[in-house]
């Protein structure tokens, strides 16, 4: 190439264009005195900032510093450069660009270079022409200016954007980060990975310096706390929208922390300093999600949380209705058709808003569940209803076939999808409830949804007044003997808020243990979202069933109970609340 550099004129252009045939290398360029043209193809770009990159061969032999505006490229990348050569004040050739176009992309790993070798000795310098390159003072090797290199030593920091690194070689080298790239005082040693470049010093000669792109901090050791378990609804439906959250992390340095959802298959959540996120899935089937939290000056530093088992149903949701939070009568005032010890005194209980379902859980409903494997699946159940189940081999409900003689009338009868699942324990009731992201209502619940018109309990659902025809009970002659009724059979029967056969059909399960003299005990937080007692033996019944022949059950203060692993017959079933 030397020969290029002596032929003038016409010779210059023919030899320059062989070579641009041949392929112009980064030596080549940096040989050409200032003002002369260049080409280069494909090379690595080792640093990018705004208005300037830095280039290196692939083999690594050299490096050179390009200022372009609006360049659009990045580390990695295989560039195109076109422009003239020409030398700053720190004596660092560079090239003014006239266009530079990502070829290709691509990754590159830096050099492992000591201090006291960054920047290295001069190559072909010529300080009239300035073809070559100055080394950098103090330095010793090969030049490097221009390669992506790593180093490290103590670090001191000067400003915002600039510190200096000791290894200890006798040479401290300034390094210069981006301004809004986080440095903390705190740091004692560190790693850097940048662009080798240089600096005019005070005295004239130039001094090592490295573009920053990364730091590492080795000491003080920076660690991020393990972020707490994912908290949200572990049972949603199909394209339903769920916001999940964690307890958060935290930076043994004070950094920032940032997180992402993980949801157990596609796209994680955009990470971001909210410590919660919403997500929806596409399919059915089991997910675990979790979630990483990182340092947001260090990425590298993470840490990520335990799982949380959740199960996508199918979009096939249970219709619900709202209950607004408020007051309301509680029990018998003495004055209805009938009156049991258990249902006195009367009481005000105050509620918070919930959601109860409008029909009893229905057969098709509950078949779900046991196609979504809740039969096998532990964290449905209680510890108790898990070991009744186990221990009794139980895979579904009794009663669960379609055709049921139960005694005339009807004799034989036909279990449809749409009747209530019947025959079912206060243990398999709970875990549905679970799977379906709810719970069984509370007595209080319960009762509230089937009488309160907003000023005073009705004593049936539709009213005060006993009609055999709104409820499926022994004598009506919809559904008379012994026979479920598909659900919502019955709609001139709807309690105040809609909810339908809340008298009649199947006995429910509440949530609650059940006392007799419970109403007469106030309970530890008042008539507040009362829980029912702490223990018990049996579990609350209310609504009467089928096969009740007295009109007093289907009363909405009537309380029964039996232990939770009872089905009697196929006459106990239950509604979800949320």
């Known amino acids: 190439m030397k020969v290029c550099i002596g032929v003038l004129g016409a010779g210059l252009l023919l030899v320059v264009s062989a070579c641009a045939a041949a392929g112009m290398t980064i030596s080549d360029a940096k040989l050409l005195p200032d003002g002369s043209a260049v080409s280069l193809m494909a090379k690595v770009v080792t640093y990018a900032a705004a208005d300037v990159f830095y280039i290196e061969e692939s083999l690594r032999t050299c490096g050179i510093r390009v200022e372009k505006t609006a360049h659009g490229l990045a580390v990695g990348d295989r560039a195109d450069v076109t422009g003239t050569i020409s030398t700053n004040a720190a004596k660092e050739r560079f090239i003014a660009a006239t266009s530079a176009a990502k070829n290709a992309s691509g990754t590159i790993a830096p050099i492992g270079v000591r201090n006291g070798a960054l920047g290295g000795g001069d190559w072909h310098y010529d300080s009239g022409t300035h073809a070559g390159q100055k080394g950098v003072s103090g330095s010793l090797g090969l030049n490097t200016i221009g390669l992506l290199v790593e180093t490290w030593g103590r670090f001191e920091q000067i400003d915002g954007t600039t510190f200096t690194l000791d290894d200890g070689s006798g040479l401290d080298v300034k390094c210069t980060v981006t301004r809004g790239f986080y440095l903390d005082p705190v740091w004692e040693y560190v790693g850097v990975v940048g662009a080798s470049s240089m600096y005019e010093s005070q005295g004239s000669l130039p001094l090592p310096c490295v573009l920053v792109r990364d730091v590492r901090v080795f000491l003080p050791v920076e660690t991020v706390s393990t972020p707490g378990t994912p908290d949200g609804y572990q049972f949603p439906y199909v394209n339903s929208l769920e916001i999940y959250s964690t307890t958060g992390s935290t930076s043994s340095l004070g950094h920032t922390i940032e997180y992402s959802f993980d949801w157990g298959g596609g796209a994680p959540s955009p990470w971001s300093a909210s410590t919660s996120a919403s997500h929806s899935w596409s399919t059915a089937g089991s997910k675990t999600v979790t979630v990483t939290a990182r340092c947001q000056t260090h990425p590298s530093i993470s840490a990520t949380s335990p799982g949380l088992s959740v199960y996508v149903q199918d979009a096939n949701p249970i219709e619900m209705i709202y209950i607004p939070a408020g007051s309301f009568l509680m029990g018998n005032n003495g004055n209805e058709p009938d009156c049991w010890p258990d249902e006195l005194p009367q009481h005000s209980v105050h509620l918070s808003g919930y959601w109860i379902s409008k029909y009893e859980v229905s057969r098709g409903e509950y078949q779900q569940f046991m196609d979504a494997g809740g039969y096998m699946t532990n964290a449905y159940w209680s510890y108790d209803g898990w070991a009744w189940k186990t221990a009794n081999g139980r895979t579904q409900p009794n009663y669960w076939a379609e055709w049921q003689y139960w005694s005339t009338p009807p004799g034989l009868f036909r279990q449809t999808p749409s009747h209530p699942a019947a025959g079912v324990t206060y243990y398999e009731a709970e875990a549905f409830c679970n799977w379906a992201g709810g719970h069984l209502p509370t007595e209080a619940q ?133």
């Not at 022949?549 to 196929?570: H, L």
Request: negative net charge; proline residues 9%; contains cysteine.
């Open 446 to 578: 319960c009762e509230k949804a089937a009488r309160w018109t907003g000023i005073h309990p009705n004593v049936y659902p539709w009213g005060d007044t006993w009609d055999p025809e709104k409820c499926n009970y022994f004598y009506d002659s919809l559904y008379p003997g012994y026979q479920t009724a598909p659900v919502g059979s019955y709609p001139s029967g709807a309690s105040p808020y809609g909810c339908q056969d809340m008298a009649g059909n199947v006995w429910e399960w509440c949530m609650d243990w059940f006392y007799e003299n419970y109403y007469s005990q106030t309970p530890p937080g008042g008539w507040s979202d009362p829980q029912g007692p702490s223990s018990g033996s049996d579990r609350v019944l209310r609504g009467g069933s089928w096969y009740n022949s007295q009109v007093t059950c289907c009363r909405c203060a009537f309380r029964t109970s039996y232990a939770p692993n009872s089905t009697f017959w196929g006459s106990f079933g239950f509604r979800l609340a949320r």
